[in-house]
């Protein structure tokens, strides 16, 4: 899958979850239909796409692990992949067979190093460091989306599949104009779908 990240050389690395890891559902649909975005949640600034790659498979190697699993993570300096993009994962909250889960391709990006305030020297330094870890999403979303012959429809939020459940991709849905939260409006959202369909073009 290396031949994703030749929009840029972004350093790629692979490495999949062991076979029979009772984190991978094991199911694979006849298509993928979406992709779906996600942020980490983690805000330790030492916590990259590197650190979630030994997560994921601390994850896989215990006896009752809590069952989570996706795609890709990405950061402002590299990308892992974890998963075959045909397998199903973990990710979305919907089920064995949701769209988001079974049709899906989960794309975690790092927030590492936020703040927990939107305002601020430090949010916008932060927000500085996100934004390249976003276009490097972009470009991976874009790739895949050639890939799978995907249109821009194909972008979910995970909100999209389990709206009652998780408020993700947080950092991305924040409305800077209205201090809330928005499936629509999310100023960093907005600017990943605005750099994808410029990914997409080229």
Known sequence: MEELCLIKKIPFFTD???????????????????????????YNPQCGARWHNGYIHGLAAEDDPRKVSWHFTVDGNEIWQHLPIMESAWHAGDGNYGRGNYLGVGIEICVNGFPGLYRGEEYENWEKTFLIAIDNAAMLAASLMKALSLGVN???????????????????????NTDLFSRENGSLYNYFLHKTEEYLQR
Not at 154 to 176: E, F, G, I, S, V
């Open 154 to 176: 194909a972008l979910l939020q995970h909100y999209d599949c389990a709206p009652n459940k998780k408020n993700c991709p947080m950092q991305m849905r924040y409305d800077k």
């Open 16 to 42: 999949i979850l062991p076979p029979g890891a009772k984190i991978r559902p094991g199911l694979i649909p006849d298509a993928k239909k979406y992709i779906v975005i996600h942020n980490t949640g983690n």
